[in-house]
């Protein structure tokens, strides 16, 4: 009995002890407290924000980006506005299969500092991962997300990056004619051929 007595005194001090630091924790989520803080996570992205927290549990954070983006867009209320990530009248796309574009749109991909969560595009994709087959067709095609969150049929690549940008990163979309937009496209592009020959 006195073995059992100690094991609930440790077992409750133990979730006193994460319950304050999460506490503590939580106002600061947005990249800084990582992993110890995910459980009490409410803002997965700005439209699941605290519905999704609660469905997302402790799987809120990077590993929640694919699932939030596609699965929980549809089940936090309503759409979000597909005019914040089409492409602006008279845009001219100036991405390309370019050496040079693809090694500095690898840097942008694995930059945790354009999200507000702590997550880069690599968080979820990183050797191809979380990829759907779709993604090995040519663009515009179905994107789940697009579909899901967006009403949008299909998407352009850079439509698709400005939508991970806005959701699962939980920032604003880059600008249209920002050389981080061209060169992140340039290196999804390199990436999306690894990906169609492996298929």
């Known amino acids: 009995m006195n073995n059992l007595a100690k094991l609930s005194a440790m077992a409750l001090a133990s979730a006193l002890s994460i319950s304050s630091a999460v506490a503590q924790c939580a106002p600061k989520c947005r990249g800084k407290c990582g992993a110890r803080c995910r459980p009490a996570m409410s803002k997965c992205g700005p439209k699941c924000k605290a519905k999704c927290g609660a469905k997302c549990g402790a799987k809120c954070g990077p590993k929640c980006g694919p699932k939030c983006g596609a699965k929980c867009g549809a089940k936090c209320g309503a759409k979000a506005d597909p005019k914040t990530i089409k492409r602006p009248a008279g845009y001219s796309p100036a991405y390309k299969t370019d050496s040079k ?36 067709k ?23 990056i400005q939508m991970c940008m806005e959701g699962p990163m939980a920032a604003k979309p880059l600008g249209w004619k920002s050389a981080e937009l061209q060169n992140l496209a340039s290196f999804v592009l390199s990436e999306q051929a690894k990906f169609s020959a492996r298929r």
């Open 138 to 160: 040519p663009f515009p095609h179905y994107v789940e997300m697009a579909k899901n969150v967006y009403g949008l049929p299909q998407v352009h690549l850079d439509e698709a």
């Open 101 to 136: 574009m693809i090694s500095a749109g690898e840097a942008v991909f694995k930059n945790t500092k354009l999200s507000t969560n702590g997550m880069s595009c690599a968080t979820c994709h990183t050797g191809g991962g979380s990829y759907k087959q779709t993604f090995a």
